[in-house]
């Protein structure tokens, strides 16, 4: 599943350079999160960064984009050979 960024976002600027896939962009009033792009850091790391450096815990799986680890592996193979 992807993750998603709330409105309690304080546009910190912690989350963006995390992301190994550049996932996370600024948005019109908060940062967002391109679910085609967003791994949750699997094929990466053991947790998603942007959810460690976020000092509000505004990040959130989004219930929009359930997928599972195995999904989430293959769409991050397909984002490394690209």
Do not use: F, R, W
Not at 41 to 66: E, R
Not at 73 to 79: D, S, V, Y
């Amino acid at each position: 599943m992807a993750l998603l960024i709330t409105s309690k976002c304080i546009n910190c600027d912690m989350c963006e350079p995390e992301c190994p896939n550049q996932a996370i962009s600024e948005g019109k009033k908060v940062y967002q999160i391109d679910v085609d792009l967003c791994t949750e850091c699997v094929g990466y790391y053991d947790q998603p960064t942007c959810i460690q450096v976020c000092p509000i815990d505004c990040i959130i799986p989004d219930p929009a984009h359930i997928e599972s680890k195995e999904e989430l592996l293959i769409k991050a193979k397909q984002l490394m050979q690209q």
